[in-house]
């Protein structure tokens, strides 16, 4: 039996860069759907670090309708905490920093809050550039309202009555390789022309063209009269070749014009900033890029909110997100195929039946902001975003092309965004939850942006790398503990892996594991312990079947989870799983 050992403990402090000069101190600001975060920055001993966080309830809605409103309680919590002057009597601002403490040099903001774009795709192909378009769709909050291609079935008058009967934000026009036939693009455009001069001005949508790059004249020709026509680099230029990137940064600033900007107390928000308003997938995403240089693997980041749910991956020279618009835990996402999935839920919680869950979720679908105040409560809350964490994971296999199945590639770290998953009263159960939605494999820790800081920390990234180092180095993230996952082919009872911990000044533990449990092992805390992770012959653990591994971890709040019950995860009966989830909740101490 061969014994690799490997580094998995390297720290930021590793990558830490010689210290910083005194610079400008920071104030970012997260705006979500239901929460509002502003952190603070600053040099402290030669360090940048959190020097200060506020949370308040965001004000998009009613009474307010002005989501300065929430920043300003947010800034002035952390004015309270640390004794520093942010905003003047009138409740603006005070930048550039003055002395004696008083305002802050920077100030940015990401954002989350405003509805989707609502995007209808017009092509040719479906699967060609119609396909690709929806690519580009999943990188912004979005969402596709309908699709004309040349396989639809519905006559002109249909598709004027569709363009009439529901808003549009954006057409995103698509098709043809460059220098490509043109005769089919064109009664495209004829079509949507016709369209559009039926619809009101003020109701018209905006063009982004991205396709044929020799029709664009034509394009301009077709549009120009009748509403605003943006050109981007053609996203299939030829059949085996995609470009997604530019249009992906016009739909984006569409985004933050037409949905963003149209938030009561967003023209505030520019005025007050020095950096371009982000928005808070696209920084998230951008820190993930950070993580996987510096630990020089895959990175899975999960961002669960109100109003959208995001699934990103990172590895060197790889990035890929997916937002989903339509899947989230406030009322968005609880039309989940409820009726479909009441068994599911009640067996998470067996206290609820079909009739009370229906009503939970319908209160919930109007108090999104409220929280569970039960435990059954909360684990049927736990149910439901293991339901849309499996259904978005799906999804992205599909997109993404995972193989096998839609089984999660091994990754080095999954990384949690979002007080839904950050903030959880059981995190154990939250893991139990992931688990199960997820299905990952290998070993991989699990950390959770508790400060909600790494949305900032992406913002700044670009501007300054070393001050991002700096932060994330100084303990700013809850690292809850590692996960094992065996795989390979076994019996239920058999021992499959061995588990060893050793770390100075505790005992040391030495424990087998058996196919089908689910174990959860202490880790000294704010300790170094060394695991060493001896798999059966024919069980492999990311290194081959029968290595050992050896890991060293620093000592986390929940410690060391052996996930030994095999891929898939059994998928029982109604009464089965209720009596099999209950076994897990306890095994895990939930």
Not at 74 to 94: E, Y
Not at 130 to 135: D, K, L, P, T, Y
Not at 167 to 172: F, G, N, Q, T
Request: with cysteine.
């Amino acid at each position: 039996m061969t014994s690799v050992t490997e580094e998995l403990t390297q720290t930021l402090d590793e990558a830490k860069l010689d210290e910083y000069q005194p610079g400008r101190s920071y104030l970012i600001a997260d705006v979500g759907s239901a929460t509002t975060t502003v952190t603070l920055y600053d040099i402290v001993e030669g360090q940048y670090r959190l020097v200060g966080h506020g949370s308040s309830q965001t004000t998009s809605g009613s009474p307010w309708y002005d989501i300065t409103r929430g920043m300003q309680q947010a800034i002035s919590q952390i004015s309270d905490a640390t004794g520093r002057t942010l905003l003047n009597d009138q409740g603006n601002l005070l930048r550039p920093r003055r002395p004696h403490g008083v305002g802050v040099d920077e100030f940015g903001a990401t954002i989350s809050v405003a509805p989707p774009l609502r995007v209808l795709v017009a092509g040719l192909l479906e699967d060609v550039s119609v396909a690709s378009a929806r690519r580009a769709l999943e990188s912004v909050p979005a969402q596709e309202v309908d699709s004309f291609c040349v396989t639809d079935k519905r006559d002109r008058t249909a598709q004027f009555l569709a363009m009439l009967e529901q808003p549009i934000d954006v057409i995103l026009l698509v098709g043809g390789t460059d220098g490509g036939a043109d005769k089919q693009m064109t009664t495209l455009f004829d079509t949507i022309a016709i369209g559009l001069g039926l619809m009101e001005d003020v109701d018209r949508p905006t063009i982004i063209y991205a396709g044929n790059a020799d029709l664009r004249n034509s394009v301009e020709q077709s549009f120009g009269e009748l509403t605003e026509v943006y050109l981007a680099e053609n996203i299939r230029p030829e059949i085996d070749k995609e470009r997604l990137d530019h249009v992906i940064g016009l739909l984006t600033e569409m985004y933050l014009a037409k949905k963003v900007g149209q938030i009561r107390g967003s023209d505030g928000l520019q005025e007050w900033s020095s950096i371009p308003v982000g928005l808070t997938p696209h920084s998230f995403v951008g820190i993930s890029e950070f993580f996987a240089a510096l630990y020089e693997a895959r990175i899975l980041c999960l961002d669960v909110g109100r109003s959208q749910l995001t699934v990103a991956t990172a590895e060197p020279g790889d990035v890929n997100l997916l937002i989903f618009s339509d899947l989230a835990v406030g009322e968005q996402g609880l039309g989940l195929e409820l009726e479909q999935e009441l068994g599911f839920l009640s067996s998470w919680s067996p206290k609820f039946d079909e009739d009370s869950i229906r009503d939970y979720f319908k209160d919930k679908s109007i108090k999104q902001a409220s929280v569970p105040l039960t435990v059954d409560s909360f684990r049927l809350e736990q149910g439901h975003l293991s339901q849309l964490v499996g259904q978005a994971i799906r999804h992205v296999a599909r997109s993404w092309k995972w193989e096998p199945g839609w089984r999660v590639p091994e990754i080095r770290s999954l990384i949690l965004r979002g007080s839904v998953l950050t903030n959880s009263p059981k995190p154990k159960l939250t893991i139990l939850a992931l688990l199960n939605a997820l299905q990952p494999i290998g070993v991989f820790e699990i950390i959770a942006d508790k400060y909600s800081v790494l949305a900032a920390m992406g913002l700044l990234a670009p501007l300054e790398p070393e001050m991002v180092i700096q932060v994330l180095n100084s303990g700013v993230l809850d690292r809850w503990g590692w996960v094992v996952v065996p795989s390979g082919r076994s019996r239920s009872g058999d021992s499959i892996i061995e588990v060893r911990i050793e770390s100075e000044g505790v005992d040391n533990l030495r424990m087998k594991v058996t196919h089908g449990s689910l174990e959860v092992f202490p880790l000294p805390t704010n300790r170094q312990a060394v695991v060493t992770l001896v798999p059966a012959s024919g069980i492999d653990i990311g290194h081959g079947r029968g290595r050992t591994r050896k890991i060293k971890v620093l000592g986390a709040s929940i410690g060391l989870v052996v996930d030994a019950r095999g891929r898939p995860v059994p998928d029982l009966d109604k009464e089965s799983r209720r009596e099999q989830l209950a076994e897990w909740m306890e095994a895990v101490g939930a």
